[in-house]
């Protein structure tokens, strides 16, 4: 009976272990990247037209057309003082929303996480759609949404790949292009 009671003990136990050996390292990337500001540099966030307006009213960038449908959101010094790093473009060729680049410390959101990938024990690539948060009441109901890379040129279908390195904990390193 002793017997009995020690096997399934020792049996609880080793399952215990190996279910944690099936886990992910601790590995959390929607934590990673919403855990602590990233650090963004001439990446470019979508906009969609109800933050365009608001931006314009706010007096975050002034509207004007270029041509062929195209314009151009000049920024002001409010519009730079959020982090916003060029002028909003609008009607680009094969991009359909307002886009504009940003370069800073940002909170981030995870909306919607997409493939995990290992590039070795040491380093995982995660793409996932996320907003970025803008301390400005014109961005707060819907996040402006990060862009990705699609042959070299950032894609409004596409999301940004972030690597992830371990060093003690998984910390996002960098967004890949």
Known sequence: MVANILLKICSGISVCFILAGCGSGGFD???????????????????????????????????????????????????????????????????????????????LKVLQMGSIRDEDAFTKLADAKVGVKIDHSCFQNNLPVLMGIRHGHFDQSTNPVFRFKLDGEWLMDQVIH
Do not use: H
């Not at 990673?32 to 990446?43: N, Y």
């Open 29 to 107: 990337p929607n934590g990673g990247l919403e855990s602590r500001p990233l650090r963004l540099d001439g990446e470019q966030v979508m906009l969609e037209p109800g933050q365009l307006e608001c931006g314009a009213r706010e007096d975050l960038w002034i509207v004007g057309p270029v041509s062929d449908g195209r314009a151009v959101a000049r920024l002001t010094q409010k519009g730079r003082d959020l982090q916003f790093n060029d002028d909003v473009q609008i009607g680009e060729p094969g991009i359909i929303v307002p886009y504009v680049q940003v370069r800073g410390s940002f909170s």
